[in-house]
C-alpha cells in the first residue's frame, strides 16, 4: 500500500471518493462519483441494495485501479480537465476528504473496504424538475420530458415525466436513514432539490435530532425555496454551514433561454430575500460554462459583484464536457481569441479591484480559456446549430436575438 501522502498529492488517478461517497442517480444508477456518465455506473438500487454496491466489481475495480496508478474510463472528466492544466473536482476532494485516508488503507486486495458509511453522501431521490435546461435531458429533469420534443431533440425520451431511483421510494430511504447519523456532508442536487419531498425529510430528522453542525452544499437553479409549508432559508439559518451554489449560467434573458423556465426577476427576489432571511448562508454562483454563456461571463460575474450579491471568491465555474456539441471548445478561432482577451482582462480586474481575495475566481476564468484552446471542436458547430434551430422552432424563439454577440455561429 503506497503511503497517503504519496497518493493524495503526487497520483495523477487517486481520488478519495470511492472511500467516501456514492453517487445515486434519479434514474436508480448508482456511479461512483457525480462525474461519472450514466454508461459508467457501478451498479443500481433498482437491482442491489447500497450495501452491495458499495463492493461491486465495478467499484472494487476503480478502487484498485487508483491504488495501483491506474487510471480508469469512469474518471475520464477529472482527468481531461487535468491534463490541459485546469484543476479538477478530484483535487479538491483529496484535500477534503484526507482524514479519511485510514478507509484506504483498510482496503482488501480485492478492493473491497469493509465499512460500509458514506460521510459524503449525494442522492438523488427523483428527476422532479421544474426547468429544462437545454443541455439538460429527461434522467435528470421531469419538465425536460415535456419540453424538448421535436426534430433533432427528442432522442431517448420516454417514460413517464417523474422518475424514481427505486421504483417504491420508501425502498430507498430505508436504505439511507440508517447512514445518516454518520454522515458528515450532504450534498443536494437533482432535479431540482429544494422541490424533493426526502430533501426535508433529512433536514426535518437533522433538526429533531439537533445535528445543526452538519455541513449542507447545494447544486440548485435557486427559483423555488418554499416547499408546501416549508421555507427552506428558515431552515438553513438555524444551520452553522450551508453552502449555496446557484446555477446561474447568465443573466437576464440569456439565463432564461439556456435554463428554461427560469425567471430572472425571480432569481433576483430570492438572492435579495436570502439576505434577511438566512444572512450567514454561503452564496456561490455556478455557472455552466457552454458556448452559449462564454462571451457573457465576465459581464454577469462582475454585474453581481458590484451590486453586492456575490464576494469576490463566490464563484464556481463549471466547464461542461457533455454534450459537448455544447462545449465552449466548438467556438471558431476568432471567436475564442475574444474569449480569451475577455478572461483575461476580467481576471486582471479582479485581482487589482479586489487583491488576493480574488485570485481563485480569477483563476478559474484562466483555466476556463486553457480548456478551450485545447481542442478544436468546429466539427461540431452544425450539431450545435440544428439542436438550436429545433428549440427555436418548438419556443418561437431566435438565438440570435438573444445571443446577438454569437449571431455569427448560426450563420454556417
Known amino acids: 500500500m503506497r503511503p497517503a ?4 498529492k503526487d497520483s495523477k488517478v487517486f481520488c478519495m471518493v470511492p472511500w467516501v461517497h456514492l453517487n445515486i442517480r434519479a434514474d436508480g444508477k ?32 476503480i478502487r484498485g485501479n487508483m491504488l495501483e496508478g491506474r487510471p480508469s474510463p469512469e474518471c475520464r472528466n477529472c482527468l481531461v480537465l487535468e491534463a490541459v492544466g ?27 473496504v469493509a ?94 435530532q439537533g445535528r445543526f453542525d ?6 440548485t437553479n435557486f427559483s423555488a425555496t418554499t416547499f408546501r409549508d416549508l421555507d427552506a432559508m428558515r431552515l438553513w439559518d438555524r444551520f452553522n454551514r450551508v453552502d449555496i451554489a446557484a446555477s446561474l449560467d447568465a443573466s437576464g434573458q440569456r439565463g432564461e433561454y439556456i435554463r428554461i423556465n427560469q425567471d430572472w426577476e425571480e432569481v433576483l427576489r430570492n438572492r435579495q430575500r436570502m439576505f434577511a432571511a438566512c444572512p450567514k448562508v454561503s452564496f456561490t454562483i455556478a455557472p455552466t460554462l457552454t458556448a452559449m454563456n462564454a462571451l457573457h461571463l465576465p459581464d454577469f460575474h462582475k454585474e453581481w459583484l458590484e451590486i ?11 466547464i461542461l464536457l457533455q454534450p459537448s456539441e455544447y462545449s465552449v471548445q466548438i467556438l471558431p478561432e476568432r471567436l475564442k481569441r475574444r474569449v480569451a482577451d475577455r478572461y483575461d482582462a476580467h481576471a486582471e480586474f479582479l485581482v487589482e479591484r479586489y487583491g488576493g481575495e480574488a485570485t481563485a475566481a480569477a483563476r478559474q476564468f484562466q483555466d476556463a480559456v486553457k480548456f478551450m484552446v485545447a481542442q478544436d471542436a468546429g466539427y461540431l458547430l452544425d450539431k ?8 427555436d422552432r418548438r419556443r418561437n424563439s431566435r438565438f440570435s436575438d438573444v445571443f446577438p454577440e454569437l449571431a455569427e455561429l448560426m450563420t454556417g
Open 384 to 391: 450545435f446549430r440544428q439542436r438550436i434551430h429545433a428549440l
Open 308 to 318: 453586492g450579491y456575490l464576494k469576490p471568491p463566490d464563484i464556481y465555474l463549471n
Open 214 to 219: 452538519v455541513p449542507l452544499s447545494y447544486s
Open 115 to 208: 465499512r460500509f458509511q458514506m460521510p459524503f453522501l449525494d442522492i438523488r431521490f427523483s428527476n422532479i424538475c421544474n426547468f429544462a435546461c437545454v443541455y439538460c435531458d429527461a434522467d435528470r429533469s421531469s419538465a425536460w420530458c415535456s419540453e424538448h420534443k421535436g426534430p433533432g431533440e427528442g432522442e431517448g425520451i420516454g417514460g413517464s415525466a417523474v422518475s424514481t431511483a427505486t421504483r417504491d421510494p420508501q425502498q430507498l430511504w430505508r436504505q439511507v436513514e440508517p447512514l445518516i447519523p454518520h454522515v458528515e456532508h450532504f450534498y443536494f442536487a437533482g432535479g431540482e432539490p429544494l422541490l424533493c419531498e426526502e430533501h426535508y425529510r433529512i433536514l426535518n430528522l437533522l433538526t429533531a
Open 86 to 112: 485546469c484543476s479538477s473536482p478530484r483535487l479538491a476532494q483529496n484535500q477534503e476528504y484526507s482524514r479519511h485516508f485510514p478507509l484506504v488503507d483498510s482496503t482488501a486486495p480485492d478492493g473491497s
Open 30 to 61: 448508482v456511479c461512483h462519483c457525480c462525474r461519472a456518465t450514466p454508461d459508467q455506473a457501478v451498479g443500481s438500487v433498482r437491482e442491489s441494495t447500497l450495501a452491495q454496491i458499495w463492493n461491486s466489481p465495478g467499484l472494487r475495480t
Open 5 to 8: 501522502e504519496s497518493l493524495l
